[in-house]
């Protein structure tokens, strides 16, 4: 048991120095804080999309950002270049993968890795926020929409 216990603290240790320290470079020493009211929302290239960063650069590598897209707003198939992990924060967003539709109220997560392709729809009259952690930098890639 104690060779056990020791391996996890050595597990959990190594995963606290694998952490670059640049990824906790704003805010208080380690901490990150950014509270609902101080979100900066940018509006999109695309109309009815918007983002508010919490950390990094969306243009140059790794961050994380809330993602918002306004109520009835639907993305056609697409990817993005960096892995990605999402949580939805409000909304009913309808995530389409291979097909096929998952309905994702708020507190849900999906992951989309090695540019898997995807559309996205906001359903109902609430606009649909997630929060994104990007490894990398943030694109959109469009897809030819599927032949009949």
Known sequence: MNRMRAQWIL???ASLLAVSPAAYSSGTAGAV??????LAWSPGAIP???????QGDLATG??????????????PL?????????TTVAGQL???????????????YFALTGKAKHAARCEGAED???????????D????????P
């Open 94 to 108: 309808v995530l389409v993968v291979d097909g096929q539709e998952h309905r994702l109220p708020p507190g849900s």
């Open 78 to 86: 697409h990817h993005h270049s960096p892995d990605h992990f999402v």
């Open 48 to 54: 009815g999309v918007s983002t508010a960063v919490v």
């Open 128 to 138: 649909c926020v997630m929060f994104i952690d990007a490894d990398g930098a943030w």
């Open 62 to 75: 790794p961050s994380r950002f809330y993602l918002k897209y306004a109520a009835g707003f639907a993305a």
């Open 33 to 38: 804080i950014r509270a609902r009211a101080d």
């Open 11 to 13: 597990l959990f240790a």
């Open 140 to 147: 959109v890639v469009a897809e030819p929409a599927p032949q």
